[in-house]
């Protein structure tokens, strides 16, 4: 069983930065991810990591903005958020399990970390 804690939302202006963290415990997966989910809406990928972080993938909404890396001898995954707009706004998600796009590549879930921009 793994335990994911997301920490680091909070509610920022568009343009600012933000960085997610996500601490992992218990056996560790391979992967992670980023998911996000805005109110009305279904949850989407955001970003998602390799083991050796050497591949990486990202949503079209967000590449160029958004950087996934992480920390292997701290078991912590991050998501570096710059140039932040409102339609960022979300409940976003850290996921372990497959590497890849989709939510079923992934079996655990953290509680998710809100994050709002404001205009």
């Known amino acids: 069983q793994v335990h994911l804690v997301e920490s680091g939302g909070g509610l920022v202006q568009a343009g600012d930065s933000l960085t997610l963290s996500c601490a992992a415990s218990?056996?560790?997966?391979?992967?992670y991810g980023w998911f996000r989910q805005a109110p009305g809406k279904e949850r989407e990928f955001v970003a998602t990591?390799?083991?050796?972080?050497?591949?990486?993938d990202y949503a079209d909404s967000v590449k160029g903005r958004f950087t996934i890396s992480r920390d292997n001898a701290k078991n912590t995954v991050y998501l570096q958020m710059n140039s932040l707009k409102p339609e960022d706004t979300a409940v976003y998600y850290c996921?372990?399990?497959?590497?890849?796009?989709?939510?079923?590549?992934?079996?655990?879930w953290g509680q998710g970390a809100q994050v709002t921009v404001s205009s």
């Open positions: 218990g056996r560790l997966f391979a992967s």
């Open positions: 996921a372990a399990g497959a590497y890849g796009r989709r939510s079923t590549n992934f079996g655990s």
């Open positions: 990591i390799s083991w050796s972080g050497s591949s990486t």
